[in-house]
Nanobody, 126 residues
């Protein structure tokens, strides 16, 4: 089992920045690929970003490319999402997710992640 705890959400004005963190426990962190997903009010949960177990490869939704950066610190069992130039449409609950490093399936699919955190709320005001 893997436990994931997100933090760092809050209220920010458009154009501002936030840094989300997700702390993992219960399994060797280096054996996990990690992802961030956003669930906006009234919408399905959607892919934001993902990072491979080594951090050597990252993937982003088109809507956040150039604004968000995913990274990880395997010594601290933590994955981060740096969010810059925030827009009102970035508002919602951000979830951290984990999957075994060599599991199959695309990084953007929620079905391919085995573990989920409780989420952290991000609100971007215009």
């Amino acid at each position: 089992q893997v436990q994931l705890v997100e933090s760092g959400g809050g209220l920010v004005q458009a154009g501002g920045s936030l840094r989300l963190s997700c702390a993992a426990s219960g399994r060797t962190f280096g054996g996990l690929a990690m992802g961030w997903f956003l669930q906006a009010p009234g919408k399905e949960r959607e892919f934001v970003a993902a990072i491979t177990w080594s951090g050597g490869n990252t993937y982003y939704a088109d809507s956040v490319k150039g604004r968000f950066t995913i990274s990880r610190d395997n010594n601290k069992n933590t994955v981060f999402l740096q969010m810059n130039s925030l827009k009102p449409e970035d508002t919602g609950v951000y979830y951290c997710a984990a999957r075994p490093a060599y599991s199959s399936g695309g990084y953007a699919g929620t079905l391919y992640y085995n573990y989920w955190g409780q989420g952290t709320q991000v609100t971007v005001s215009s």
